[in-house]
């Protein structure tokens, strides 16, 4: 019915930058919360970055600065641009999104994309 796909991970320099895509797709009425989380190896999935439904954003301590979240609900996606990137940025990074099915009108659901690896590297 519905699912979040990533894009955009790669390999990348110290110092570069990384554009990542999350493109939802399937009966959806509408989107909530929508954010990007990321899992190192041996460590915990934590938070990179969220976005409101009304555009405000939170970002992690370790991106401020750096990264950027933005949404664009017509394509019903959602972005991370990374900048200055650091070998401690490596992890998979994962979209997620609080969302209403339109097949369930009263509830919403969370939802997890299946993940894209980043990896900065000399």
């Known amino acids: 019915q519905v699912q979040l796909v990533e894009s955009g991970g790669g390999l990348v320099q110290p110092g570069g930058s990384l554009r990542l895509s999350c493109a939802a797709s399937g009966s959806i009425f509408s989107i909530n919360d929508m954010g990007w989380y990321r899992q190192a190896p041996g460590k915990q999935r934590e938070l990179v970055a969220r976005?409101?439904?009304?555009?405000?954003?939170n970002l992690a301590d370790s991106a401020k600065g750096r990264f950027n979240i933005s949404r664009d609900d017509a394509k019903k996606m959602v972005y991370l641009q990374m900048n200055n990137l650091k070998p401690e940025d490596t992890a998979v990074y994962y979209c997620?999104?609080?969302?209403?099915?339109?097949?369930?009108?009263?509830?919403?659901?969370?939802?997890w994309g299946q993940g894209t690896q980043v990896t900065v590297s000399s």
């Open positions: 997620n999104a609080d969302l209403r099915p339109k097949l369930f009108p009263g509830t919403y659901y969370n939802y």
């Open positions: 976005i409101t439904r009304g555009g405000s954003t």
